[in-house]
């Protein structure tokens, strides 16, 4: 699906933006003060980045609630589609539902596997890797997301431990966002770090993950590396 934009346009492209994406995964509500401290990074250069982030629906502000004197201060939090939620997020995701409707009406095929709930949520997850630089293949039977090749985790190997984490993140805040049964569950162990199949399950009910496989929880998972 054509996006319009420049190839190679992704917010997520730069590391220095997933790095910080990933530090308001972790801990939200965070200061520009904050964030330039754990990146070394120029003030500008991190407002330049948390804007880029913004516009993408990645992140949201919000200014401090003060009972003192003194100039409110910005706080930066991961859009999770829950707690923290983005109008541009939300969107996106109707957008995406509507695209998504509109192809399955003009193309018909084969009754679709899921309901029409996780339907459009597989239909944002789709749009957003898009835009992510991925070209996603999914099993709507097995609930799985290929994401091979990774270019990002080839070309940025020593940070892959954060791609994953982050790209686990934004994938269940999309999820998240669009609301329906589906979540990560876990990305599978792969001995090639080029390799990328996403799992996920429905609300309640793991499918196909192996105990070795990693939780999809921003601040706890552990993506499995080399075996």
């Known amino acids: 699906m054509t996006t319009g934009r420049p190839a190679g346009y992704s917010a997520i492209s730069s590391y220095s933006r997933v790095e910080i994406l990933h530090l308001v995964q972790e801990q939200p509500r965070r200061t520009i003060t904050e964030i330039v401290a754990a990146t070394k990074l120029h003030p500008n250069t991190v407002r330049e980045h948390l804007q880029r982030l913004i516009d993408e629906g990645y992140v949201v502000s919000a200014s401090e609630h003060r009972t003192t004197r003194g100039r409110p201060r910005v706080l930066y939090s991961a859009a999770d589609g829950v707690v923290e939620s983005s109008a541009v997020q939300r969107r996106k995701v109707r957008a995406a539902a509507e695209r998504g409707d509109l192809m399955r009406r003009v193309l ?3 009754a679709p596997e899921l309901a029409p709930d996780a339907l459009h949520q597989v239909d944002a997850l789709v749009e957003d890797l898009i835009d992510a630089g991925f070209d996603p293949l999914i099993d709507e039977r097995a609930l799985t997301v290929e994401l091979t090749p990774c270019a990002q985790a080839e070309a940025q190997a020593e ?8 790209h686990l993140g934004l994938m269940q805040s999309v999820l998240s966002a669009a609301g329906g049964p589906l ?19 429905l609300a309640g009910a793991a499918v196909g993950a192996t105990s070795d ?10 993506p499995a ?3």
Do not use: Y
């Open 108 to 110: 018909p095929g084969e």
């Open 159 to 166: 940070h892959r431990e954060v791609l994953c984490r982050v």
């Open 183 to 201: 979540r990560v569950d876990a990305i599978r162990p792969s001995c090639d770090p080029r390799d990328c199949v996403v799992q996920l399950m």
């Open 213 to 222: 496989a990693a939780p999809a929880n921003a601040r706890d998972a552990e």
């Open 225 to 227: 590396m080399a075996v």
